[in-house]
């Protein structure tokens, strides 16, 4: 089983709808959870991170947590063509005195104008 | 503020030579320093971190090998590369108190 786990996509959505994107992961440990997006051919930039049961809001994007059911997603409101991009979840390991991320293979999200 | 800078963005290698990208931070002291390797349609592979001077751990074994000769500075070796060292090298640093990754603009390393 692969600790983080997104479908690949691609996404597709018209201009000004809502995109959702999901990840899961493995490790019931894990604490934090991020998101990052990357367009083609760039390196990932971060645009999101969760560590609570719950929704965080920043902007269009809506990072949602559940533990229990260890999965997080990510919401993108009023999409628009420069959303068009690959999602990357990214989960936190737990080790000692080290921060060591997990990706997922991304999701690919394309807008239509 | 903090920036990372990796270099060069491009290159194409033949089989059997050697290899060093570099990746240096500037505006912070003491930072993690992580070398992933995203292969094409892939997600990132963790290759290697670093909490601190000379002290180097990998993940995955393989070709390649890392060095943090100062503190804001790693570097990426191989001896000899194979064709299956191609991929999209991803220099990344974090606060040591703090878990988000900054990446570098990336090396796409092209073995032929």
């Known amino acids: 089983q692969k600790e983080v786990e997104q479908n690949s996509g691609p996404l597709s959505v018209p201009e000004g709808a809502i995109a959702s994107l999901n990840c899961t992961y493995s490790d019931r440990g894990s604490q934090s959870f991020f998101w990052y997006r990357q367009y083609s051919g760039k390196s990932p930039e971060l645009i999101m991170f969760i560590y609570s049961n719950g929704d965080k809001e920043d902007g269009r994007f809506t990072a949602q947590l559940n533990k229990a059911s260890q999965y997080v997603s990510l919401l993108i409101r009023d999409s628009q063509p420069s959303d068009s991009a690959t999602y990357l979840c990214a989960v936190n390991r737990r080790g000692s005195n080290d921060y060591k991320l997990s990706f997922g293979a991304g999701t690919t999200v394309t807008v239509r104008a | ?112």
């Open chain 2, 1 to 112: 503020s903090q920036t990372i800078h990796q270099w060069p963005a491009t290159l194409v290698q033949p089989v059997g030579s050697p290899l060093s990208l570099e990746c240096t931070v500037e505006g912070t002291s003491n930072p993690n320093l992580y070398w992933y390797r995203q292969a094409a349609g892939r997600g990132l592979q963790l290759l290697f971190y670093s909490v601190g001077i000379g002290q180097i751990s990998s993940e995955v074994p393989q070709n390649l090998s890392a060095s943090r000769p100062q503190d804001r500075q790693f570097i990426l070796s191989s001896k000899k590369l194979l064709l299956s060292d191609s991929g999209f090298y991803l220099c990344a640093w974090s606060r040591r108190d703090r878990e988000e990754a900054f990446f570098g603009q990336g090396t796409r390393l092209t073995v032929v």
